[in-house]
């Protein structure tokens, strides 16, 4: 397990808090989970499985973001700003999850500042790898 997903940042506390808080998911391979542009109303921590992330560009270019798996966070973004997805998440294999209504996910965030930011810490490393990948085009 790589120390950067976001289910390593945890304490099994926090873990447990969570747990509480969503509902299991499970996504057939191939499977859209989140569409990007569309509404946002829940996050999804991934137990197991794949997912592929991409966002289609102006140019209607379709573009792999990243690919992400078991521990990782989905759809944080919206999660935290209310705002449409900004990618699409696809499932690779067939992939498990704790699907977590945005209303619980920000009060946890709200409850466990620690967490919080150990997700802007994952969110800052996510956004220099990008824009890393951009300056390498």
């Not at 997903?5 to 447990?16: C, Q, W």
């Not at 973004?77 to 704790?98: C, F, K, M, N």
């Not at 996910?105 to 990008?130: I, K, M, Q, W, Y």
Request: with cysteine; net charge negative; hydrophobic share 40%.
């Amino acid at each position: 397990v790589d120390d950067t997903d976001f289910l390593h940042t945890l304490t099994p506390a926090e873990s447990d808090a969570l747990e509480d808080m969503g509902e299991p998911g499970a996504y057939p391979a191939g499977e859209i989970i989140f569409e990007q542009g569309g509404i946002a109303d829940c996050v999804l921590l991934v137990r197991s499985g794949r997912v592929r992330v991409t966002a289609t560009a102006g140019d209607g270019e379709e573009v792999v973001l990243a690919e992400r798996g078991a521990g990782e966070l989905l759809g944080e973004l919206s999660g935290i700003d209310g705002q449409p997805r900004s990618a699409s998440v696809t499932a690779l294999d067939e992939v498990r999850g704790l699907v977590i209504p945005l209303r619980a996910f920000r009060g946890f965030l709200l409850d466990h500042p620690r967490v919080a930011v150990a997700l802007l810490e994952l969110l800052s490393r996510r956004l220099r790898e990008a824009e890393a990948r951009r300056a390498d085009r």
